[in-house]
Nanobody, 120 residues
């Protein structure tokens, strides 16, 4: 019904930048909250940043001042600009969206993830 496709991951040196994108498609009436989560090896999945339908963002303390979340509602896309990357940012990054379908039911959907590796 709703698919999320992430892109933009890769290998970057400490201090570098990456921009992740996540595009939603399917039988979507509207998208409410969109967000990014990450899961490092051996750790639980954790919230990185979320953005409301109105554009208000919230961040994990560990990324405040370095990461910025934004969205293009017309394109049903959410972005995560990651600056000043650290080795501890290495993880699989997952996109999440809460969407209202054309049937008016609400679903929460996950993307498959994109790997970000921060290493010299």
């Amino acid at each position: 019904q709703v698919q999320l496709v992430e892109s933009g991951g890769g290998l970057v040196q400490p201090g570098g930048s990456l921009r992740l994108s996540c595009a939603a498609s399917g039988s979507i009436f509207s998208i409410n909250t969109m967000g990014w989560y990450r899961q490092a090896p051996g750790k639980e999945r954790e919230l990185v940043a979320v953005i409301s339908s109105g554009g208000s963002g919230n961040y994990a303390d560990s990324v405040k001042g370095r990461f910025a979340i934004s969205r293009d509602s017309a394109k049903k896309t959410v972005y995560l600009q990651m600056n000043s990357l650290k080795p501890e940012d290495t993880a699989v990054y997952y996109c999440n969206a809460e969407a209202t379908l054309t049937s008016r039911s609400t679903v929460a959907v996950w993307g498959r993830g994109t790997l970000v590796t921060v290493s010299s």
